[in-house]
Structure formats: C-alpha cells, structure tokens
C-alpha cells in the first residue's frame, strides 16, 4: 500500500485531471447548499425546524413515528405513514409547505455557488448538465448574480410553463469572419436539471409552473417538490420530472450526449432511484465517478470504494480506484471545490 503522503498526491492529480476533462456532469447533494450552516439546512436536522409549522395533530402523527424504534428519520417516518395511493398524504403535503417556508425565510451566501458557475460556464463543451437533488434555488440565485443563463426546462416570464423542449434549443450568435458575418452555436450551455423539484414549481390544472418565490400562492396550486420519503421513486414518473429523470438517464446511459464523468458533490449516496442510474453509467469502460462528501456511511464508502472507475473524497478517507487511503483535508467541501472545478 502506498504511503499516506502518495496516496494523497496521486489522489490530487487524478482530480484535477479528471475536473479538468471534457464531457463533465455535476450532481449536487444537500451537502454542496449547507455551506457551513449558513445555506439550506441538511435532511437529518430538518424535522426539528419545521415541526412547530405543521398542525398538532400530523405533528404528533409524525413525532410518534420518528420516536419509534428502528425509525431512521423523517424520510423513515412518513413512509411508515404514507398508505401508498396515488394522492399525496396530509403528511406529505403539510412536511412539504413547511420546508418551502422554511427555506423562504433564508437569506444564503451566494459566493460559492457563484464562483462554481463561473468556473463551469468557462468550460468548451456545448452542454453543461447540472444535476441537482435540492428543492432550493442556490443555483438560480448565483446564476442572476453572475449573468449567467441557465436553462431549467421552463419558458416565460411571470408564470413560466414547462416545455423539456428548450433543453433542445441550441442558442447562436453571429461573429465577424474572414468569409463575413458567420452564425455559429453557443458553448458552455448550463441545464440544470431539479430531479426533486424546487420551491417555486407548482402544478395547477395538470400544467407545471414556475413562480417568483414571493408569488402569493393560490388554493389549487399543489407544490412540485418531492419531499424525503419512498414517493421520490414513483413520482418521478409524473411530469415534469419524467421528462428531467428521462435526459438524467441519457445523459448517464443512453446518449446520445454520454458524459464520461459524473462530479457528485455534497450528496450522501442514499438514494436508490439516484444510484440505479449512476451504477447502469459506471459499467460503461469509459465513465468516471467522482464522489465528494463530509462523510459517506460504513456501507456506502463500502460499496462505492470497490469499484475501479470511482474516485471517493471525504474528510475521514478516502479511496482512489479501490485503493483506500487516509481523509483529505479540504477537497470534499463544495466551497474548495468550486475553485477547482
């Protein structure tokens, strides 16, 4: 086994290599909206934020299961809970409202994030696919900071609809050539694809908008956020995020656009409907899987360290194409990574 010191360095250098690379995608956890507790709150800490806005009797609902034994959080909880028909549970509906309320009254840092988008934007490929598991609008924020566009699947104004289409749209702009004035296609598209929805998307007579979250919100809007239970699997299959899940997959698996390395920052590695994809991409000889992370469980680290094209980061250990070694000092926390990226 090599020393701690190469382990590290060999470590480094394959990083940077593969950032530097071409045909690179990025998944965002909850860990890359945290930014040291001054972002969005993390899923293990969230119960105890909203459980004061969700009516006493759902509340004590949820609280008796979570204080069941062998119950493993309120993703836990409201699948003990949830019957399973097609209609979203008071549960459900109440948990979801109160994380869109909580999360409206959060005024985040944006440097970090804006640093990253920068970086990314800079990139040559035509397409930049974002992928994110978070309900909050980091990324947009950043993006009207930095002037940067960012296609996310809605087209319009005051309330924009959804139309997957525009993911198709390739933007061009004219330049003086030799020959004369020559129409050539944009580089460094950003799409950024909300696998679990985000606050500002609703669903109101079987159609998908987009508001301005300071949008008074009406009594038939339904909100199109997943919320941390078992439902994220089925309801993935309802627009709009069958259409986002559908290039999800393409862009891992079926082409025609293949990425050949996935960059998943800040996310725990826990969701299955997340990892089938990731796992049908990583049999291909030609993808790379890069996973920076505070900490991965015993049975995640595991898992994923054995495999031979996967790169895991994280503050405790590391492992480098199933060479395991000691914890890194910084490169796990999205805010050194985004300088790197």
Same mark, same amino acid.
């Given at each position: 086994?090599?020393? @701690?010191?190469?382990?590290?360095?060999?470590?480094?250098?394959? &990083?940077?290599?593969?950032?530097?690379?071409?045909?690179?995608?990025?998944?965002?956890?909850?860990?890359?909206?945290?930014?040291?507790? *001054?972002?969005?709150?993390?899923?293990?800490?969230?119960?105890?934020?909203?459980?004061?806005?969700?009516?006493?009797?759902?509340?004590?609902?949820?609280?008796?299961?979570?204080?069941?034994?062998?119950?493993?959080?309120? $993703?836990?909880?409201?699948?003990?809970?949830?019957?399973?028909?097609?209609?979203?549970?008071?549960? #459900?509906?109440? /948990?979801?409202?109160?994380?869109?309320?909580?999360?409206?009254?959060?005024?985040?840092?944006?440097?970090? *994030?804006?640093?990253?988008?920068?970086?990314?934007?800079?990139?040559?490929?035509?397409?930049?696919?974002?992928?994110?598991?978070?309900?909050?609008?980091?990324?947009?924020?950043?993006?009207? #900071?930095?002037?940067?566009?960012?296609?996310?699947?809605?087209?319009?104004?005051?309330?924009?609809?959804?139309?997957?289409? &525009?993911?198709?749209? +390739?933007?061009?702009?004219?330049?003086?050539?030799?020959?004369?004035?020559?129409?050539?296609?944009?580089?460094?598209?950003?799409?950024?694809?909300?696998?679990?929805?985000?606050?500002?998307?609703?669903?109101?007579?079987?159609?998908?908008?987009? +508001?301005?979250?300071?949008?008074?919100?009406?009594?038939?809007? =339904?909100?199109?956020?997943?919320?941390?239970?078992?439902?994220?699997?089925?309801?993935?299959?309802?627009?709009?995020?069958?259409?986002?899940?559908?290039?999800?997959?393409?862009?891992? /698996?079926?082409?025609?656009?293949?990425?050949? =390395?996935?960059?998943?920052?800040?996310?725990?590695?826990?969701?299955?409907?997340?990892?089938?994809?990731?796992?049908?991409?990583? @049999?291909?000889?030609?993808?790379?899987?890069?996973?920076?992370?505070?900490?991965?469980?015993?049975?995640?680290?595991?898992?994923?360290?054995?495999?031979?094209?996967?790169?895991? /980061?994280?503050?405790?250990?590391?492992?480098?194409?199933?060479?395991?070694?000691?914890?890194?000092?910084?490169?796990?926390?999205?805010?050194?990574?985004?300088? $790197?990226?």
């Amino acid at each position: 086994m090599a020393s @701690s010191n190469s382990f590290i360095n060999n470590l480094d250098r394959t &990083i940077r290599a593969q950032l530097k690379s071409r045909r690179v995608g990025y998944l965002l956890g909850a860990g890359a909206s945290y930014l040291n507790g *001054h972002g969005y709150p993390l899923a293990n800490n969230i119960w105890d934020q909203i459980k004061e806005d969700i009516p006493k009797k759902e509340r004590k609902e949820i609280q008796e299961k979570l204080d069941m034994e062998g119950t493993e959080g309120i $993703e836990h909880a409201l699948d003990l809970l949830d019957p399973g028909g097609p209609e979203p549970t008071s549960h #459900r509906t109440m /948990v979801t409202t109160s994380i869109a309320n909580l999360f409206s009254e959060i005024q985040p840092p944006t440097e970090q *994030h804006s640093i990253f988008l920068r970086n990314v934007s800079r990139r040559s490929d035509n397409f930049i696919p974002i992928f994110t598991l978070n309900y909050d609008p980091l990324i947009e924020f950043a993006a009207d #900071r930095e002037k940067i566009h960012v296609v996310d699947g809605f087209t319009g104004f005051y309330k924009a609809s959804f139309d997957p289409n &525009i993911f198709d749209v +390739v933007p061009s702009k004219y330049y003086i050539a030799r020959r004369g004035r020559v129409l050539s296609g944009s580089n460094s598209i950003l799409h950024i694809y909300k696998l679990h929805g985000s606050m500002g998307w609703f669903s109101v007579d079987d159609n998908q908008i987009r +508001v301005n979250l300071n949008c008074q919100v009406e009594d038939n809007w =339904r909100r199109l956020m997943i919320p941390p239970q078992y439902r994220k699997a089925t309801e993935t299959t309802t627009p709009p995020y069958s259409a986002l899940w559908t290039r999800y997959r393409a862009w891992m /698996v079926h082409g025609p656009m293949q990425l050949n =390395r996935l960059i998943s920052v800040g996310y725990g590695m826990m969701d299955q409907h997340v990892n089938d994809v990731i796992e049908n991409a990583i @049999s291909r000889s030609d993808f790379t899987l890069l996973i920076f992370a505070k900490g991965l469980t015993d049975d995640v680290f595991e898992k994923w360290a054995k495999k031979n094209n996967v790169v895991i /980061v994280t503050q405790n250990r590391c492992s480098h194409f199933g060479e395991q070694g000691p914890g890194h000092t910084n490169l796990w926390d999205f805010d050194e990574l985004s300088r $790197e990226v």
